[in-house]
């Protein structure tokens, strides 16, 4: 794995390896290499397998990191590439060329975080949501309350307890919700 | 089709293209008239509290608990209940649970399908006031808003007892002539319809689904 590592990293310009989980390591890379990257990896070093697609909205950097996690069967090894691009105009390579499950990600990326992949198949077609209006409800300036309420409305005498407070008055009524 | 298809007694249809408009009913429902005899429609009750049949449609997680009730430990049939694969064949819609926005407009279409009598039980807090998806951006927060509600349930989830009992008392609420949803769906049928497009942005059926 280590010396797999070394080579990638500077043929590829990885800027971070990190084992976050024993089992999975993760490499960052830049935007432009990661299709370059993936490919290889799915060539050469034996990930055959994408697990998932995924994104991570760090919104106080201006950026999502898009998550492509790989499998290998030979080791058993997964392997995470990590790719941060910019949270305006979010835009990505497509990956459908190389595992076609890559659509449904991508689309439903689209749909979820507003991320556009130029090329990839029915990506203007609606995935779970139907007839959204507003902005990708995961994205996370979208405040799902209001616009929750704003919609479908507040049912009236509907009280929320602080669970922890609500709990204790009800098994410790004596103790005056103090233990 | 030379037949005037816009009068006072029938639907928009504005969710259909114009060539689709021709492919579906629009005539408005219309309340059902009680009998004039009030031992027959006592009757007539008598016999609709005895012939439930639920329809087969679970719409969130509390509808697990509509499995042990056909099955061998809490068994419905013992009380004359059995599902239904069809909403034609159902008199009974138990929205089990959360209902999101695109879940909502197949339980529409579902409902208005079904043949009178129908009732409605709601089961869960979410059908009720959001549950625990109080805050989601995709399930509804309040379900007698978009249809009527005949019983609720509360609890997430409620035990199969609490169904059987809602179940029960449904039965008694129709004895007595109690569960008018269905006409109070008809009679208030644009407060239904308004609230219901609010939610459904992209209505592409037809007003009414006969
Ligand atoms: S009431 Fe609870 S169990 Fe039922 S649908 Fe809502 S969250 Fe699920």
New interface residues.
């Given amino acids: 794995m280590n010396t797999l590592l070394d080579r990638l990293a500077t043929d590829f310009g990885i800027y971070d390896i990190s084992d976050r989980k024993p089992a999975i390591t993760t490499l960052k890379v830049e935007k432009q290499q990661a299709e370059r990257l993936i490919r290889e990896l799915r060539d050469r070093e034996g990930y055959t397998h994408l697990n998932f697609i995924t994104c991570i909205d760090y919104i106080e950097q201006g950026i999502f990191t898009l998550v492509y996690m790989l499998h290998n069967y030979g080791d058993k090894s997964t392997l995470g590439v990590e790719v941060d691009i910019d949270r305006e105009n979010a835009e990505m390579t497509s990956i459908h060329t190389l595992w076609a499950q890559a659509w449904t990600y991508q689309r439903e990326l689209r749909e979820m975080f507003g991320i556009n992949f130029p090329g990839s198949p029915r990506q203007e077609e609606?995935f779970?949501?139907?007839?959204?209006?507003?902005i990708p409800?995961m994205r996370r300036e979208?405040n799902?309350?209001t616009?929750?309420?704003e919609?479908?409305?507040?049912?009236e005498?509907?009280v929320s307890e602080d669970p922890r407070e609500h709990m204790k008055a009800q098994l410790y009524p004596t103790r005056g919700g103090d233990n | 089709m030379s037949k005037d298809r816009s009068s006072k007694n029938t639907m928009e249809n504005s969710g259909l293209s114009a060539d689709e408009q021709l492919l579906f009913c629009n005539a408005r429902p219309e309340p059902y008239k009680p009998y004039s005899i009030k031992a027959v429609e006592d009757f007539a009750n008598w016999a609709r509290a005895n012939s439930l049949w639920i329809l087969a449609f679970g719409t969130g997680c509390c509808s697990i608990e509509l499995r042990p009730l056909m099955t061998a430990r809490f068994d419905i049939s013992r009380f004359g209940i059995a599902g239904r694969p069809t909403p034609r064949q159902s008199s009974v819609f138990i929205i089990g649970g959360y209902v999101s926005v695109k879940t909502l407009k197949r339980i529409i279409r579902s409902y208005e399908q079904m043949q009178g009598p129908k009732f409605i039980i709601a089961l869960g807090s979410c059908p009720a006031n959001g549950g625990m998806y109080f805050d989601s951006y995709n399930t509804i927060n309040q379900f007698d808003l978009y249809l009527p509600v005949d019983m609720y349930v509360t609890g997430c989830m409620p035990r199969p007892e609490a169904l059987l009992a809602a179940i029960m008392e449904l039965k008694e609420d129709i004895k007595v002539g109690n569960c008018d949803g269905a006409n109070r769906y008809v009679e208030n049928l644009d407060w239904y319809k308004a609230n219901q497009k609010k939610v459904i942005k992209n209505w592409d059926m037809p007003d009414y689904n006969w």
Wanted: charged residues 30%; aromatic residues 18%.
């Fill in positions: 609606d779970c949501l139907e007839g959204w209006d507003d409800p979208f799902t309350k616009y929750s309420t919609t479908f409305g507040h049912r005498g509907r």
